[in-house]
């Protein structure tokens, strides 16, 4: 299995501004998940995260919207850059446990922007 | 484009009843199935994964099946309990992608 935490639980954000997501697993894993699930929604990926190299978007979303840094195996960042209501959401992180095929959710961020 | 359907939206049952929910997908060249539950504003719990050789499997009160040339899986929820109160998210996997897409999803209400 994988233990994921992410930081902020929970923010409330001003429009135009920007916000940036952590993701901490406890082991060391190929790719990081993030997905987006706004109100009422099911999940949607945003990208794959992959450590050493650029991510990869779904059809939708930029990278100038939503930067990801992946520094090692075990860490990701996700920002939301220039926020708007429509970003209220919750934000989401993943991971496929190593040697597995199951895959793991961290408890979320849930973002509201005024 | 794979695409994933769950039916019903919704469900209210009394408890100690059994239940079925169903979960539908277009494309049958799946990889692994998986069954979540998620409660109100937190993340998602990993209940169950159906690898695409499998038929089934089994977790406690909860079985999940898996029949790909039909694209349907079922999770069916033994002598249901108040807890298990939850929105129900299947998602599935392809070959040669480690995406998920997830379904629609059925909020479950389990009446005391």
Same mark, same amino acid.
């Given at each position: 299995s994988a233990v994921i935490s992410q930081k902020p639980s929970r923010d409330i954000c001003q429009r135009g501004t920007s916000l940036t997501i952590q993701c901490q697993v406890d082991s060391q894993v190929t790719m990081m998940f993030w997905y987006r699930q706004q109100p009422g929604q099911s999940?949607?990926?945003?990208?794959?995260?992959?450590?050493?190299?650029?991510?990869?978007?779904?059809?939708?979303?930029?990278?100038?919207?939503?930067?990801?840094?992946?520094?090692?195996?075990?860490?990701?960042?996700?920002t939301v850059s220039n926020m708007s209501p429509e970003d209220s959401s919750i934000y989401l992180c993943s991971v496929v446990a190593p040697g597995g095929y199951e895959q793991y959710f961290g408890p979320g961020t849930r973002l509201t922007v005024t | 484009k794979q695409e994933v359907t769950q039916i019903p939206a919704a469900l /209210?049952?009394?408890?100690?009843? @059994?239940?079925?929910? @169903?979960? /539908? &997908?277009?494309?049958?060249?799946?990889? =692994?199935?998986?069954?979540?539950?998620?409660?109100?504003?937190k993340g998602l719990t990993s209940l169950l994964l159906i690898q695409s050789s499998q038929r089934e499997q089994t977790s406690g009160r909860l079985n999940a099946s898996l029949d790909k040339?039909?694209?349907? /899986?079922?999770?069916?929820?033994?002598? /249901?309990?108040?807890?298990?109160?939850? $929105?129900?998210?299947?998602?599935?996997? =392809? &070959? *040669? @992608?480690?995406?998920?897409?997830?379904?629609? *999803? $059925?909020?479950? $209400?389990?009446?005391p």
């Amino acid at each position: 299995s994988a233990v994921i935490s992410q930081k902020p639980s929970r923010d409330i954000c001003q429009r135009g501004t920007s916000l940036t997501i952590q993701c901490q697993v406890d082991s060391q894993v190929t790719m990081m998940f993030w997905y987006r699930q706004q109100p009422g929604q099911s999940l949607t990926l945003i990208a794959t995260a992959n450590q050493g190299s650029e991510a990869t978007y779904e059809s939708g979303f930029v990278i100038d919207k939503f930067p990801i840094s992946r520094p090692n195996l075990t860490f990701s960042t996700l920002t939301v850059s220039n926020m708007s209501p429509e970003d209220s959401s919750i934000y989401l992180c993943s991971v496929v446990a190593p040697g597995g095929y199951e895959q793991y959710f961290g408890p979320g961020t849930r973002l509201t922007v005024t | 484009k794979q695409e994933v359907t769950q039916i019903p939206a919704a469900l /209210s049952v009394p408890e100690g009843e @059994n239940l079925v929910l @169903n979960c /539908s &997908f277009t494309d049958s060249a799946i990889y =692994n199935l998986q069954w979540f539950r998620q409660d109100p504003g937190k993340g998602l719990t990993s209940l169950l994964l159906i690898q695409s050789s499998q038929r089934e499997q089994t977790s406690g009160r909860l079985n999940a099946s898996l029949d790909k040339s039909s694209g349907r /899986s079922t999770l069916y929820i033994a002598a /249901s309990q108040p807890g298990d109160s939850a $929105t129900y998210l299947c998602a599935v996997r =392809n &070959f *040669g @992608n480690e995406k998920l897409t997830f379904g629609t *999803g $059925t909020r479950l $209400t389990i009446i005391p």
